[in-house]
């Protein structure tokens, strides 16, 4: 990776959105500066040029640029990139069948999911999110693990890639138990990729799996457990009082439910008396039919994250702004059912703007992480105020939150360093890396294209029966509904 020559950089004259820990709230510093120093904010300043800087300080011009804190995704499977476009009309059954699990074991190479892994998180990136929660569910034996591993520390951005333990593929659980505490040991010195864990078979494996599983966690002190929670007819039940009853939550670890879109008052309380939170998903949960029903009551505990974004954007705005329409749609409903008309906004921009940044930071028990203050790390974005998008705007969290686009974005700094400059990654021999990419996608492209579909018949997981979509949409004329081809030919 490249970086900036100097310890010290002054980001001068942009508008800061900066984070009060008293208050707990966003205060805006314009026409500004921010100072770097390492990899940690040292200065926040009302003034475009502050005496008495660091000798060598590198100063970065900000004129009519917003200075945003790091967007923090907290659900995300890097390696399935090179599955992009293969998916837009899937359902969740398809995707389990075909390019989750077993299917793609069979076809995935250790440097396919190296590049898969790098040049998603290089997407990330350029994207605006400095920090991941990597949902590693690529672990078919130790050479492909490793390599989801090596890719990670390799692209710069700061990742918790996280050992999904399985039940499947080449290796037994006993042999990525020691894989596993092998990454952990080797990892202990790394700044920016730390190990954490993942499994999904809480209510399914056999006992001594499970204890196997807990143990290690326990034993090695893992800073971060995620698992997928899925509840409701969906029947995947890796809810907070399972986890509670194994021991699980009141500890030092941060634990993340991915999805929890049919989360209970019983759950929620436990997530508030644990500090846990859940990574909602929005794009990914109105794709597969998971629904929000009471996700929006726990946002509190709550954080963002992209999923498989070989389907969904890879941006955190996207999620902020998808979710943020979704939750004022689904209570400004409750309102009109009872023939009344909405006169309050039940939602505001400042909150998704923190639910994409802060609250992914409290989500890994990481408070120096999604905010601006002096000690927080430096992990920054800093967008083009000038982009013809944003032109005209006044409130900077309003501009991120309802403007902004990847394209605006002119920075991305991680950890005191630029990983985007100018509007370009900064990744020495990103082209290589890119060809290397587009000679492995041709060929999983093609094997994942002639896996069949699963046949969707009786229960999924032994729970609820399947069923169909009441009706189709109809956008054109005539007889049937417009719906058409995937145009997937070469």
């Known amino acids: 990776m490249s970086a900036s020559s100097s310890d010290s950089i002054l980001l001068s004259g942009g ?91 069979l076809i995935y190479s250790a440097d396919d999911i190296y590049l898969g892994q790098l040049i998603g998180l ?138 929890a879109t049919d989360i209970t008052p019983t759950e929620a309380n436990i997530l508030r008396s644990t500090n846990q939170f859940i990574s909602i998903t929005p794009e990914s949960e109105m794709h597969y039919g998971h629904s929000h029903r009471t996700a929006h009551l726990i946002q509190e505990q709550g954080s963002l994250g992209v999923d498989t974004f070989t389907t969904f954007s890879s941006d955190l705005i996207t999620q902020a702004r998808i979710w943020l329409q979704r939750t004022r749609s689904r209570l400004f409903d409750q309102v009109l059912e009872g023939w009344k008309l909405p006169k309050n906004n039940p939602m505001s921009v400042n909150q998704a703007f923190l639910m994409a940044t802060r609250q992914g930071g409290l989500a890994l028990r990481r408070p120096d992480l999604g905010v601006i203050r002096v000690g927080a790390k430096a992990d920054l974005v800093v967008f083009n105020g000038r982009s013809p998008g944003m032109l005209g705007w006044l409130d900077p969290v309003a501009a991120v939150i309802l403007h902004a686009n990847v394209g605006d974005i002119d920075h991305v700094i991680v950890d005191g360093k630029f990983r985007k400059r100018d509007g370009k990654l900064t990744y020495e021999n990103y082209d290589a890396v890119v060809d290397r990419f587009l000679v492995s996608i041709e060929r999983l492209q093609k094997a994942a294209l002639e896996t069949p579909a699963p046949v969707l018949e009786g229960r999924l997981w032994g729970g609820c029966e399947f069923g169909c979509a009441t009706e189709e949409v109809k956008v054109t004329r005539g007889s049937g509904t417009g719906y058409g081809k995937q145009f997937i030919e070469k």
């Open 15 to 105: 508008t800061i959105i900066a984070f009060n820990e008293e208050t707990e709230s966003l205060e805006v510093v314009r026409k500004g500066s921010l100072l770097i120093s390492g990899d940690r904010i040292a200065g926040i300043y009302d003034v475009a040029r502050p005496d008495n800087l660091p000798s060598g300080t590198e100063i970065v011009d900000c004129t009519d640029k917003i200075i945003s804190p790091g967007f923090v995704d907290t659900h995300r499977h890097g390696w399935q990139t090179a599955l992009k476009t293969l998916l837009p009309n899937t359902t969740l059954p398809d995707y389990l069948g075909r390019y989750a699990g077993v299917a793609p074991s």
């Open 122 to 259: 290089l997407e990330g990136l350029n994207a605006g999110v400095t920090t991941s929660l990597d949902h590693a569910h690529h672990i078919w034996s130790k050479e492909r693990a490793n390599a989801g591993f090596q890719a990670s520390v390799d692209s710069g951005a700061r990742v918790y890639w996280c050992y999904a333990f399985s039940n499947y593929g080449d290796d037994s659980l006993t042999d990525q138990i020691a894989n596993f505490k092998e990454l952990v040991k080797s990892n202990q010195t790394s700044d920016l990729t730390t190990v954490g864990a993942a499994y999904d078979d809480w209510a399914m494996s056999p006992p001594d799996d499970i204890k196997a599983v807990t143990s290690v966690i326990k034993d090695l002190k893992i800073p971060v457990l995620t698992t997928h929670y899925v509840g409701g007819p969906w029947s995947l039940n890796n809810s907070p009082e399972l986890f509670k009853r194994l021991g699980l939550l009141d500890t030092e670890m941060a634990v993340v439910f991915s999805h």
